[in-house]
Every structure is written in structure tokens, then in C-alpha cells.
């Protein structure tokens, strides 16, 4: 079955260290995206990716990087630069663009905790 | 500046009642396309309906329901018969032309009890 993976489901990180998060997906979507989910405020963009090899910087990008050498691969780093790193990131594909109206597909999710 | 407005953060409701998120959203954009999603307590987002801004038609699918107001910009999300399975947190979305954005609301906690 297609869909999104991201692994791994749970992470725990010392403060300081980088960490990256996988997502992988085999949709054939063009459309990447990074979320933050924190409780009480939705989910807040931090990049996307419309095709390989480039990406934009969403409304968070501070602390955050991203890379997209495949279709199938959009890995966040998150930096020892994020002041609250700790939170649940959210993964997600679309087959266009998002600004044309196509639905986005989501991963399971990574919790990251850091302390 | 665009904006979406859950302003129920908890539902709690007892199996078998009728239940209504509220949505409201921003835009001077005339073309936009409207979202809603549920997140079960697995983490995934699920995709439940896609409205543009175009098409003001109500839409039922089995126990859904969504109402689309372009008058008072909103966008209203009704579960009939609510049961167990249907307690999630649901996000209304927005989503521009110009932009690959999806401008999310804070999101509804649903609960519903036996």
C-alpha cells in the first residue's frame, strides 16, 4: 500500500544535539511538507518541497533544515540552533503543489523530545 | 492576512447525539480551497473533504456533513449520531492560489462517550 513512513515513531535527544527525522514516501507526489503540531496551536509549517532538489522555507524555518535529493525522501534536521525542539512533527505529501487545491497525505508522525 | 478560527476547543457529547465544529476563516482571496481533517489518536492526519471556493453546495457523506457559507466565511463540519470511534481532534484548513501553504485552526478536540 502507498503511503508516508516516518520513523521513528518516538525520538529522545540531549539539548545541544542535532537530530534528523526520516519521511519517506512512495505516492509519487511531488509535494513535500514538514509540520510542527504543539498542543493548543495547530500545525505550523516548516518547509516544503515542490520538487527535488529544492525547498522553501515555511512560517518556522528557524532551527530547522531540510534536504530533497530524492522524490521519495524529505529528512528534517532538527539544529541545536531550535530554542523548543521538543514537539510532534508531522510529514506530508501532496501530488501537486499544495496551491492548487490537492489534499495532503500525512505520516504517522515523530515525537521528539529533548532535554 | 488569512486566517482559520476553531473556537471550540473541547466537544465532549455522549454516543448517538448530534455534533457541530464550527470553522471560520479569513481571506480576501476570491479562489480558495477549504479543508477538514481528523487526527485520531494515532498521530496520522486523515483527509476528509475538500471544498473550493466556488462550489457553496452542502455536502453529506454518510453521517457527515459540511456546511459552506462564503456570507459569514464559514465552514461547519456536523457528525450525526456521533459514535466512539469518532472522538479525534479535527482541523479545519485553508488553502490559497498563490501560495503552497495550508493555513490550519487550532483544531477541535472531540470526545465521545459511551
Known amino acids: 500500500d502507498g503511503g508516508i513512513t516516518q520513523s521513528p515513531k518516538y525520538l529522545f535527544r540531549k539539548e545541544g544535539q542535532n537530530v534528523t527525522l526520516s519521511c519517506e514516501q512512495n505516492l509519487n507526489h511531488d509535494a513535500m511538507y514538514w509540520y510542527r503540531q504543539d498542543p493548543g496551536q495547530g500545525l505550523r509549517l516548516i518547509y516544503y518541497s515542490q520538487i527535488v532538489n529544492d525547498f522553501q522555507k515555511g512560517d518556522i524555518a528557524e532551527g530547522y533544515s531540510v534536504s530533497r535529493e530524492k522524490k521519495e525522501s524529505f529528512p528534517l534536521t532538527v539544529t541545536s540552533a531550535q530554542k523548543n525542539p521538543t514537539a510532534f512533527y508531522l510529514c506530508a505529501s501532496s501530488i501537486r503543489p499544495g496551491g492548487l487545491g490537492s489534499p495532503l497525505h500525512f505520516g504517522n508522525g515523530t515525537r521528539l523530545t529533548v532535554t | ?114
Open chain 2, 1 to 114: 492576512a488569512q486566517k482559520v478560527t476553531q473556537a471550540q476547543t473541547e466537544i465532549s457529547v455522549v454516543e448517538k447525539e448530534d455534533v457541530t465544529l464550527d470553522c471560520v476563516y479569513e481571506t480576501r482571496d476570491t479562489t480558495y480551497y477549504l479543508f477538514w481533517y481528523k487526527q485520531p489518536p494515532s498521530g496520522e492526519l486523515v483527509f476528509l473533504i475538500r471544498r473550493n471556493s466556488f462550489d457553496e453546495q452542502n455536502e453529506i457523506s454518510g453521517r457527515y456533513s459540511w456546511n459552506f457559507q462564503k456570507s459569514t466565511s464559514s465552514f461547519n463540519f456536523t457528525i450525526t449520531a456521533s459514535q466512539v470511534v469518532d472522538s479525534a481532534v479535527y482541523f479545519c484548513a485553508l488553502s490559497l492560489v498563490n501560495t503552497d501553504k495550508l493555513i490550519f485552526g487550532t483544531g477541535t478536540r472531540l470526545q465521545v462517550f459511551p
